[in-house]
């Protein structure tokens, strides 16, 4: 079965860097486009980075481009997210999500989420 | 960025009642819209992509419409399972952009 395991998360000082990894088992990584997507606390889901299937293409929210980068390794099946200048306003739930095989962009499968905390 | 608004953005309903979520992009994304749906402390549940399809293993009571600018999510006989918050999702243009959520609480 599909599973999305998230690590990383923890408490950073504003101005910090964290990077998050998303262990994938149970589908074939190599041919998948995979996202992170963010939830405040007690507020809406915010779509965060998508990477291409082979790494070559990436878009991101304009909240969090030019500090936050989205990787793969797909000899590893393991997902990432280096995230720099972090700000009180990134403190969240972080999601690392795949992409449904049949439809581009929809969200098929989701990890249990890893909480990442900015604070001094 | 597209934007998205959902309403209502909150509704009370019984087990049994027909509910109806809105979805609107603030301009026209085809039929690139998907909808989740969220219990408290849970990762979200992909209901139904590209507007009208139901995800595999999501119950038949659960339907979605539209195209363009403007989708409907439809419960159409509510169970205890189903109170939730449900969110729309515009995959038409990066950056993608959610809606911003109905909770579903029992009356």
């Known amino acids: 079965q599909v599973q999305l395991v998230e690590s990383g998360g923890g408490v950073v000082q504003p101005g910090g860097s964290l990077r998050l990894s998303c262990t994938a088992s149970?589908?074939?990584?190599?041919?998948?486009?995979m996202h992170w997507v963010r939830q405040a606390p007690g507020k809406g889901l915010e779509w965060v980075a998508i990477t291409s299937y082979d790494g070559n293409n990436e878009f991101y929210a304009d909240s969090v481009k030019g500090r936050f980068a989205i990787s793969r390794d797909n000899s590893q099946n393991t997902l990432y997210l280096q995230m720099n200048s972090l700000r009180a306003e990134d403190t969240a739930v972080y999601y690392c999500?795949?992409?449904?095989?049949?439809?581009?962009?929809?969200?098929?499968?989701w990890g249990q989420g890893t909480l990442v905390t900015v604070s001094s | 960025a597209i934007q998205m608004t959902q309403s209502p953005s909150s509704l009370s309903a019984s087990v049994g009642d027909r509910v109806t979520i809105t979805c609107r992009a603030s301009?026209?994304?085809?039929?690139?819209l998907d909808w989740y749906q969220q219990k408290p402390g849970k990762a979200p549940k992909l209901l139904i992509y590209a507007a009208a399809n139901l995800q595999s293993g999501v119950p038949s009571r659960f339907s979605g419409s539209g195209s363009g600018t403007d989708f409907t999510l439809t419960i159409s006989s509510l169970q205890p399972e189903d109170f939730a918050t449900y969110y729309c999702?515009?995959?038409?243009?990066?950056?993608?952009?959610f809606g911003p959520g109905t909770k579903v609480d029992i009356k």
């Open positions: 999500a795949k992409e449904h095989p049949g439809s581009t962009g929809a969200l098929d499968y």
């Open positions: 999702l515009q995959d038409h243009n990066y950056p993608f952009t």
């Open positions: 301009q026209g994304i085809r039929n690139d």
């Open positions: 149970g589908f074939t990584f190599s041919t998948s486009a």
